[in-house]
């Protein structure tokens, strides 16, 4: 059996960092076992899906360097393909229309909750037996159900939460494919409108099947949602054919212990991108928020493939901890090479607008600076004082550059001012000013940190200052 799994976003907005989680588990169990990994688009929720999503996905996939051996397959280019699934369906007896309009259905539902019962479908156009159905309703659109077995139980046992068994019972007869209601039919495909639109539970098991998907990994909030997919799935493929192995990974929380969301901070992977994070980064942090090896914390890709075999998947929620996530992107960008670093800061100061000009020299500061960084953004920061004037603080002014220091800063800049521009140079120039002026390194290195670099602390001056062009140091030091 060839492993083969997928990832199935809905484009209805960023790529989620679950759903990343999620890809990355199903991409690297399939690498582990040298099966496939499919991207499936699942844009059926035509109201809320676009084409900006698909793209953004696309590339967050392609940033985190999660590639896919098939895809993106789009559901709603297979819209024959649920159709004649619908039919063959019904013709077994597994599936049947049902007319009821919508004001029928909410009537339903307010009759159950008014004897106290469940909302469920009551099964008025299920074929029983010796029952007679009324006749169709004219001008009423047919959806297509699922005739759910009316007894027995699913089972599956997940691979994260154990054995799982639901009741028959406890489900109804849900929709399987639907026309979608007229007026929002204006930017639909005419095979939507001719052939009609599956719903999410019908559309997985048809894709799931039709492309042999071995083990599915998905949020938790899908788990009630699989006794009508294995029923479906059964329904379709016979009882013979090998179920998918669901599993089902419990959700993340914020740090504030509530579910990670929008309205509580970022969620998205683009975000991250634009924070200054490494796809390395993201890749080991989401990889260990629910999932261990041992004890460690810090793992390549390669690592990872190497490790991941489905077990040691934890059953209880993960808490995103922004601070261990900084820890680790500060020890990949430790890791990085300045010429990608270079380029990734000329992006952040772009944003910016901020032209940074030669790539060597940015290379340089980013070696020098990026041991301080947790992300390029703060690299950024940093890097930004070599090319937009710096403000520094009245209360560094106050405590680093005292009246005194005036003479020996005047001294320096006239030495910085003849010398060869680089840092065995500059730091002579330094030396010889603290001997002319009987000063020792701590009283004049912070001042000249504070005017020329707007924070009173730096990596060593000379090599600071050497980043910078002569022109703007000189220009610095002769405000006192
Ligand atoms: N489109 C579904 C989601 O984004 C996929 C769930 C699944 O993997 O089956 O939640």
């Known amino acids: 059996?060839?492993?083969?799994?997928?990832?199935?976003?809905?484009?209805?907005?960023?790529?989620?960092?679950?759903?990343?989680?999620?890809?990355?588990?199903?991409?690297?169990?399939?690498?582990?076992?040298?099966?496939?990994?499919?991207?499936?688009?699942?844009?059926?929720?035509?109201?809320?899906?676009?084409?900006?999503?698909?793209?953004?996905?696309?590339?967050?996939?392609?940033?985190?360097?999660?590639?896919?051996?098939?895809?993106?397959?789009?559901?709603?280019?297979?819209?024959?393909?649920?159709?004649?699934?619908?039919?063959?369906?019904?013709a077994a007896g597994h599936a049947y229309r049902c007319w009821c309009t919508p004001e029928e259905l909410d009537a339903m539902r307010e009759?159950?909750?008014?004897?106290?019962?469940?909302?469920?479908?009551?099964?008025?156009?299920?074929?029983?037996?010796?029952?007679?159905?009324?006749?169709?309703?004219?001008?009423?659109?047919?959806?297509?159900?699922?005739?759910?077995?009316?007894?027995?139980?699913?089972?599956?046992?997940?691979?994260?939460?154990?054995?799982?068994?639901?009741?028959?019972?406890?489900?109804?007869?849900l929709i399987i494919l639907r026309h979608p209601p007229e007026d929002a039919t204006a930017d639909l495909p005419e095979a939507a409108r001719t052939l009609g639109v599956?719903?999410?539970?019908?559309?997985?098991?048809?894709?799931?099947?039709?492309?042999?998907?071995?083990?599915?990994?998905?949020?938790?909030?899908?788990?009630?949602?699989?006794?009508w997919q294995i029923n479906i799935f059964r329904a379709i493929a016979g009882h013979a054919a090998a179920l998918p192995q669901y599993g089902h990974l419990p959700i993340i929380l914020g740090d504030d212990g509530l579910k990670l969301s929008k309205r509580?901070?970022?969620?998205?992977?683009?975000?991250?991108?634009?924070?200054?994070?490494?796809?390395?980064?993201?890749?080991?942090?989401?990889?260990?928020?629910?999932?261990?090896?041992g004890d460690e914390e810090l793992f390549t890709r390669e690592q990872m493939v190497a490790w991941f075999d489905g077990a040691h998947l934890a059953r209880s929620p993960a808490q995103w901890d922004p601070a261990k996530l900084a820890w680790v992107n500060a020890h990949y960008l430790k890791l990085a090479g300045d010429t990608r670093l270079a380029g990734l800061v000329?992006?952040?100061?772009?944003?910016?607008?901020i032209d940074a000009g030669e790539p060597a020299r940015l290379g340089a500061a980013c070696a020098l600076f990026k041991d301080r960084c947790s992300t390029a953004v703060e690299l950024a920061d940093w890097i930004s004082m070599l090319f937009v004037p710096v403000a520094p603080a009245p209360a560094d002014l106050a405590a680093h550059v005292p009246?005194?220091?005036?003479?020996?800063?005047?001294?320096?800049?006239?030495?910085l001012a003849e010398v060869a521009w680089d840092k065995a140079a500059i730091a002579q120039a330094l030396k010889d000013t603290l001997a002319e002026h009987r000063l020792k390194m701590p009283q004049l290195a912070p001042a000249v940190r504070v005017l020329v670099c707007g924070r009173a602390q730096t990596p060593s001056i000379d090599a600071v200052l050497a980043l910078f062009e002569r022109r703007a140091v000189l220009e610095r030091l002769q405000h006192i």
């Open 403 to 415: 009246d005194a220091i005036a003479p020996a800063l005047r001294s320096l800049r006239e030495r």
């Open 111 to 173: 009759a159950q909750r008014a004897r106290g019962e469940k909302t469920r479908y009551d099964g008025r156009w299920r074929p029983e037996p010796g029952k007679v159905l009324p006749p169709a309703p004219a001008g009423v659109k047919p959806v297509v159900r699922f005739r759910n077995p009316p007894d027995g139980e699913v089972t599956w046992n997940d691979l994260v939460k154990g054995p799982i068994t639901i009741s028959n019972r406890e489900i109804d007869d």
């Open 346 to 353: 000329a992006r952040h100061l772009q944003v910016r607008g």
């Open 1 to 90: 059996m060839t492993v083969r799994t997928r990832i199935a976003p809905s484009p209805t907005g960023f790529l989620h960092l679950g759903t990343a989680r999620t890809a990355l588990y199903s991409w690297a169990y399939a690498r582990h076992h040298g099966g496939q990994f499919v991207l499936r688009i699942e844009d059926t929720d035509v109201a809320r899906s676009t084409q900006e999503s698909v793209d953004q996905i696309i590339a967050s996939m392609r940033w985190l360097g999660l590639d896919c051996d098939e895809g993106p397959i789009h559901q709603m280019e297979r819209l024959a393909r649920y159709h004649e699934v619908a039919e063959q369906l019904i």
């Open 198 to 227: 599956p719903t999410y539970n019908f559309a997985v098991v048809v894709d799931d099947w039709d492309m042999r998907i071995t083990h599915v990994f998905r949020g938790d909030e899908h788990v009630n949602n699989t006794p």
């Open 264 to 293: 509580r901070g970022a969620v998205s992977v683009t975000a991250y991108e634009d924070a200054g994070y490494l796809p390395e980064a993201m890749l080991n942090y989401l990889a260990r928020l629910g999932w261990s090896h």
